[in-house]
């Protein structure tokens, strides 16, 4: 599903280079629950964006779903992004003006589904993260917690091979946690990949495989008893 042998990254800071990622060896199979943790600096956030193709390596090997990610145009990138990847977000990343259904249908409209098709299928995925009656509200009138249950429905409306998950906890409250936490369970049992970048242990327990990163290593790799919601 997710192979990366050997990846190096690292920032032109002007009088010298930061090494961020240092020969980071992964692979994700198909159907796993993965955490990513480590500090600030770690270098976490920059490795998914690397999975998640918004952010290119500088050297080794990255391939998903068996097709090498590298020397992509623009488009190729948005093109793989959009058929492989689902992204969820610590801020929520709605646009304000437009309503919940509106926003889980946009990536739909990008890939020129007809409205009546989309706004249907956005609709199931409302009903699915426990919404539907929701659909008509603006991000305005919703909680921190139904914000984030429409940004799962946004992310998974394509049928993504993964999921990626940066932070999407760090705005909400411990009871808001658990019932988002429960929810990406419900998904992952349905086959579904995830991957989930965290700063909270809590958070990671209730995910299957735990990876912890130091100064742009891989510190420990290993699945985890999970904590079940």
Do not use: C
Request: glycine letters at 6%.
């Amino acid at each position: 599903m997710l192979v990366i042998q050997d990846l190096n990254k690292s920032y032109d800071t002007g009088k010298s280079k930061l090494h961020v990622l240092k020969g980071i060896n992964l692979n994700i199979s198909e159907g796993e629950f993965v955490s990513i943790m480590g500090s600030s600096g770690s270098g976490k956030s920059t490795l998914l964006n690397i999975i998640g193709i918004l952010d290119e390596k500088d050297s080794g090997i990255y391939e998903l779903d068996g097709v090498p990610i590298e020397h992509l145009s623009e488009v190729k990138a948005a093109e793989y992004r959009s058929r492989f990847l689902g992204f969820i977000f610590q801020s929520f990343n709605l646009i304000n003006y437009k309503t919940a259904l509106e926003n889980v249908a946009l990536p739909l409209y990008y890939q020129n589904v007809p409205r009546k098709e989309r706004n249907q299928k956005a609709m199931e995925y409302l009903e699915k993260v426990g919404l539907a009656q929701w659909a008509n509200h603006l991000p305005s009138e919703l909680s921190g917690g139904q914000k984030q249950r429409v940004a799962i429905a946004r992310a998974l409306i394509t049928d993504p091979k993964v999921v990626l998950a940066d932070e999407p906890t760090g705005a909400l409250d411990s009871k808001t946690t658990h019932d988002i936490m429960k929810l990406l369970q419900d998904i992952n049992n349905e086959g579904k990949t995830i991957i989930v970048v965290t700063h909270e242990p809590d958070v990671a327990a209730q995910t299957k495989r735990n990876v912890v990163l130091k100064d742009g290593i891989i510190e420990s790799d290993e699945f985890i008893k999970q904590i079940v919601l």
